[in-house]
């Protein structure tokens, strides 16, 4: 009895050591949704696109992008949060993520355990441009220009609550400045009202200003990311231009539902790494400006806390709305 009993407890054991590994070599058995919070046809969704081939051909199965766009992000986040934790339901948002819990207090999921982060990819700057003929050399010109004139400069964003206007408001906070902001819908408006002369300064993506900037229809005075872009290696960023500490870039991350077992997580994790290896997205990536990273779950979980609350705290500061 005692043998046969040892027997049964070493069995027993081996079968749960053996249970998570066997659910993730089971993993994927169905098609993959890629849920990008974004309107087709835009950069996030060309990225997800060129992640998503790759994708299907590393796990054998396909990988079908879904864009559900609306309410800053929040449409698409809902629609993966509430969806099976299986692994079989991947979000591809951007830094947008830890933004909208500070600028939609009801939100129709929980933030804290509604996602498990897979990887964070990459991370791209956002550019502060002006008019070729523009006064301003620098963003050192701009800064101490602002200083002293209060309120009488002005700049624009592609909206409020977008990634180009919380990177002005945070220099604003950083260097105490008094600056207009003038929102627009879309990035085509802002650069023609720069163009014109309409407002003196604007903040844009690296993505939708680059050719313009190649093109010397525009001028870049700074990156809003801690380092230079490998894009504009020779624009400085406004921590070199003065603004000490000063880091607003924007990055990308795959999340899944916050209840996926660890064990798919993390085969998700290596098969993403896998297909940002290869050339087709590594191109995709480098047309966005990305400079990738691929942090790994927990880096990634450790990161989106650290945004969350430093976007908290500009947009309670600078009392942001989206009205």
Not at 139 to 158: C, I, N
């Amino acid at each position: 009895m005692t043998r046969r009993a040892l027997l049964a407890g070493g069995a027993a054991t081996l079968l749960c050591a053996l249970r998570p590994r066997a659910f993730a070599q089971a993993f994927p058995r169905k098609p993959l949704r890629l849920i990008v919070p974004f309107p087709a046809g835009g950069g996030t969704d060309a990225m997800a696109r060129a992640l998503g081939d790759a994708l299907s051909r590393d796990l054998g199965q396909p990988v079908v992008v879904d864009n559900k766009s609306g309410a800053g992000t929040v449409i698409g986040n809902d629609a993966a949060a509430k969806s099976p934790p299986d692994g079989h339901t991947l979000l591809l948002n951007t830094s947008a993520i830890a933004i909208v819990p500070s600028l939609h207090p009801k939100l129709p999921y929980p933030t804290r355990t509604a996602f498990s982060p897979v990887v964070l990819l990459g991370r791209a700057p956002n550019v502060a441009i002006v008019r070729p003929d523009s006064p301003l050399r620098s963003a050192a010109d701009f800064v101490a220009k602002a200083r002293a004139h209060p309120g009488r400069m002005s700049y624009g964003s592609a909206g409020n609550g977008t990634s180009t206007h919380l990177a002005a408001e945070l220099l604003k906070s950083s260097a105490q400045l008094f600056v207009t902001h003038v929102p627009y819908r879309g990035a085509a408006p802002v650069i023609n009202d720069v163009l014109a002369g309409q407002i003196d300064l604007a903040f844009g993506t690296l993505p939708s200003v680059a050719p313009m900037l190649t093109g010397g229809k525009l001028r870049a005075l700074a990156v809003t990311s801690a380092q230079r872009s490998p894009l504009l290696p020779d624009v400085p960023t406004f921590a070199e231009s003065g603004v000490t500490g000063y880091d607003a870039d924007v990055w990308y991350g795959i999340f899944v539902p916050g209840a996926t077992p660890p064990a798919v997580v993390e085969q998700l994790y290596a098969a993403v790494r896998r297909a940002a290896q290869t050339e087709g997205f590594k191109r995709r990536a480098a047309a966005e400006g990305l400079a990738l990273t691929l942090d790994g779950p927990l880096e990634t979980a450790r990161i989106v806390r650290a945004e969350e609350a430093k976007w908290r705290h500009v947009i309670k500061t600078q009392s942001i709305t989206l009205e």
